[in-house]
Structure formats: structure tokens, C-alpha cells
């Protein structure tokens, strides 16, 4: 979290298997697999713990 809180983060590119990805695109990536986690886990009768001051930021309730 510390490291996306630099505003200066979200202009660079990340290297994603030797190919330069704008840090947004990986942050958005990353968000809707996170989001893709919590419908998966209970559809298959799974059950995903998260941290509240994790789920803040992301607007989901534990």
C-alpha cells in the first residue's frame, strides 16, 4: 500500500514479463482478481477472510 500511496507509482510502467505495462493497468488488473477471488470462493463453497483495514479501501465489508 505504501508504495502505490507515491502518486509518482501510478506514471511508471511495470515490467510484466519483459514487456513495459502502465502501473494502472496492473493495479486494475490485480483489483478485479481480487474481486474475482471473493465470487469464486463462496460459489464453491470456500470462504475468503479479509482483514477490515484491508477491505477498506476496496469498499467491501467483511
Same mark, same amino acid.
Given at each position: 500500500?505504501? %508504495?502505490? &500511496?507515491?502518486?509518482? &507509482?501510478?506514471? $511508471? @510502467? =511495470?515490467?510484466? #514479463? +519483459?514487456?513495459? =505495462?502502465?502501473? !494502472? #493497468?496492473? /493495479? $486494475? ?7 474475482? #477471488?471473493? @465470487? =469464486? /470462493?463462496? %460459489?464453491? +463453497? +470456500? $470462504?475468503?477472510? !479479509?482483514?477490515?483495514?484491508? %477491505?477498506?479501501? !476496496? #469498499?467491501?465489508?467483511?
Amino acid at each position: 500500500m505504501a %508504495a502505490w &500511496a507515491d502518486p509518482a &507509482a501510478w506514471e $511508471r @510502467d =511495470v515490467d510484466l #514479463g +519483459g514487456a513495459p =505495462v502502465p502501473a !494502472v #493497468g496492473i /493495479a $486494475r488488473m490485480l483489483f478485479l482478481e481480487l474481486l474475482h #477471488g471473493w @465470487d =469464486v /470462493a463462496p %460459489a464453491t +463453497g +470456500g $470462504r475468503i477472510e !479479509v482483514d477490515e483495514e484491508l %477491505a477498506l479501501p !476496496v #469498499g467491501w465489508k467483511a
